[in-house]
């Protein structure tokens, strides 16, 4: 029988999640270097199998310079989410290339400490990312409000992959240090390799959720945080906007639209509602969305999926979670129990 090692099956399923990104047919820079990230997951994946499924040592270096790679464009991946235009800035963002081309130099010269080296590296763009992922859910702006919660989710977990995969190295090169790395194997096929598959559905969701930009430039934040005492009037006009014209049926809102259709820094929006409702921007318009399909569930005959799409939620998996935060039914209950 062939031997198939499990890293191989998680490159399956890593491609097929290479597919579904492709398959939106979005045109977002941000979407296709999340695309990329997977890649890089799917090639480390394989060259992972090959190492300790097969004991080929021929690709280690390549291994490592790719691994020194992948953590700063998962960094750059999650911080296109929180900041409009393009995903990499030149010249500034060329300090993410030291990572991967300092480990190639060691690998060409002093291949010793490589370890030590990644997992600094992993170490510096956990933190990172982790202070993403503490700015709250308003930070990522360029979300898409109904997957706002997802890509949160899909930052904090990436951060936390990174302390991982850190940890895990600091084991595996006491390991090979101490002893003959009997166990590093087992750590890799049983650790890292699930880990990589978490990694890609992660990458996966986070890609899904940036909206288009509009063509308009983005309201700049301003220097001076406005005083507390102007929080009403902020919400008030945001609440005002969002009823009156009903933008939150637009499938593609983010805190970035918002704060363009308002004239208003995304920055003060997010403030604002967070100390008059004590929500995110998210929650607050996901229940004026549950609001409409509320309506529309009691008076009229509409397909719950027509529902859904009617009250500017895209899937269905965030309209089911996100009326039952609110009501604490499934659509299909509340019909009925409230329909006439």
């Known amino acids: 029988m062939i031997f198939v090692p ?9 491609l097929i999640l290479i597919f579904q990104l492709l398959r939106q047919g979005r045109e977002l820079p941000s979407s296709r270097f999340f695309i990329l990230l997977l890649g890089f997951y ?4 394989v060259l992972i199998g090959v190492r300790w499924g097969y004991d080929i040592l021929t690709f280690l270096p390549v291994q490592s310079v790719l691994a020194a790679a992948w953590a700063p464009l998962a960094w750059l991946c999650f911080r296109s989410l929180s900041r409009s235009g393009p995903t990499v800035i030149w010249p500034g963002d060329i300090k993410h ?3 991967p081309i300092l480990i190639l130099l060691m690998v060409l010269l002093s291949p010793r400490f490589i370890d030590l ?5 992993y170490l510096l763009y956990a933190i990172l990312l982790a202070h993403l992922a503490f700015s709250g859910i308003d930070k990522l702006r360029m979300v898409r409000l109904d997957e706002a919660k997802n890509a949160h989710r899909a930052l904090v977990i990436t951060a936390l992959a990174l302390f991982f995969f850190a940890g895990i190295d600091i084991f595996i090169s006491y390991d090979m ?8 194997a087992k750590i890799v096929a049983f650790a890292n390799v699930p880990v990589l598959l978490t990694l ?3 990458a996966t969701l986070a890609g899904q959720g940036r909206s288009p930009e509009a063509e308009a430039a983005s309201v700049p934040e301003p220097d001076v945080r406005l005083a507390e005492e102007d929080d009403f009037e902020v919400f008030d006009k945001i609440n005002s906007l969002l009823s009156t014209k009903e933008i939150y049926r637009d499938f593609d809102l983010n805190l970035d639209r918002l704060a363009r259709k308002s004239a208003i820094p995304a920055r003060r929006i997010s403030e604002a509602i967070n100390r008059v409702k004590g929500q995110n921007i998210s929650q607050f318009v996901n229940e004026l969305r549950v609001g409409e399909a509320c309506r529309l569930l009691k008076n009229t005959e509409a397909r719950i ?7 500017g939620f895209l899937t269905k998996s965030n309209f089911n979670r996100e009326f039952k935060r609110v009501t604490g039914l499934s659509p299909k209950d509340w019909r009925a129990r409230f329909s006439d």
């Open 42 to 45: 799917v090639v480390l994946s």
């Open 177 to 184: 240090r101490s002893g003959a790395g009997d166990i590093s």
């Open 200 to 202: 890609g559905l992660m």
């Open 97 to 99: 290339l030291v990572p």
């Open 305 to 311: 999926t027509d529902v859904m799409f009617e009250a």
């Open 6 to 14: 499990l890293p191989f099956v998680v490159t399956l399923l890593l």
């Open 117 to 121: 080296f990644l997992i600094g590296i």
